[in-house]
């Protein structure tokens, strides 16, 4: 158990909904990223949020957004779904955003979109 | 942009020895991860490399080559346990603080 919580573990949806995934931190960690996982793309980093601000943006569509609260917890909104969106969406924490920092994984929301 | 690339597959037997190979190429490198993924299931941190040689933990030793962009996992012992998909990632000097890069990750099989 890396300490990071991810809600909901599973999620169905239909095609033009929209969605919220949440994660918690490890405790102490200010810096959360948020991956996709899909069998044709591996793991491709979305976003990053440290201490409430977005740091990096990677392969998010604009379709998708993020935001970290002052409890630190963080969320990903996604909306107008597409097939395509069906993946594992993973939260990493880490304590802050240093070089050397490692990241520690939640275990995901399994997302399906019919 | 970044480029790392490790065998898709990698099939070997219990209490054997396998060393999962990674290349990468980037821009200004900044450190090597080696994550351990079960299938469905969250990756788990192995290792971290940041200068030339060998990292040991227990069964598990990740070495680092800068000058030629690469780095090794090296299983010992294998267990059925282990089978699982290996992914490499790099971290790139002058990218936003923390951002990873990986690898498609190897799927290792071990047989009884």
């Known amino acids: 158990d890396s300490g990071v919580t991810q809600t909901p573990k599973h999620l169905i949806t239909a095609t033009g909904q929209r969605v919220t995934l949440r994660c918690s931190p490890r405790s102490g960690d200010l810096s959360v990223y948020w991956y996709q996982q899909s069998l044709d793309q591996g793991l491709q980093f979305l976003i990053q949020y440290y201490n409430g601000e977005e740091r990096a943006k990677g392969n998010i569509l604009e379709r998708f957004s993020a935001q970290q609260f002052p409890d630190l917890h963080s969320e990903l909104n996604l909306s107008s779904l597409e097939l395509g969106d069906s993946a594992l969406y993973f939260c990493?924490?880490?304590?802050?955003?240093?070089?050397?920092?490692?990241?520690?994984f939640g275990p995901g929301t399994r997302l399906l979109v019919l | 942009g970044q480029n790392i690339d490790q065998p898709t597959e990698m099939t070997a037997t219990e209490g054997a020895i396998v060393q999962i190979n990674c290349t990468y190429q980037?821009?200004?490198?900044?450190?090597l991860f080696w994550y351990q993924q079960h299938a469905g299931e969250a990756p788990t941190f192995l290792s971290y490399n940041v200068l030339d040689g060998l990292e040991e933990k227990g069964r598990f030793s990740s070495f680092l080559s800068r000058s030629k962009g690469y780095s090794y996992l090296l299983l010992k012992e294998l267990q059925m346990k282990d089978s699982a998909s290996y992914l490499c990632a790099v971290r790139e000097r002058g990218s936003t603080l923390g951002r990873l890069y990986f690898g498609r990750g190897t799927q290792l099989t071990v047989w009884p």
């Open positions: 990493a924490s880490s304590v802050a955003a240093s070089y050397q920092e490692t990241q520690y």
């Open positions: 980037t821009s200004g490198f900044n450190g």
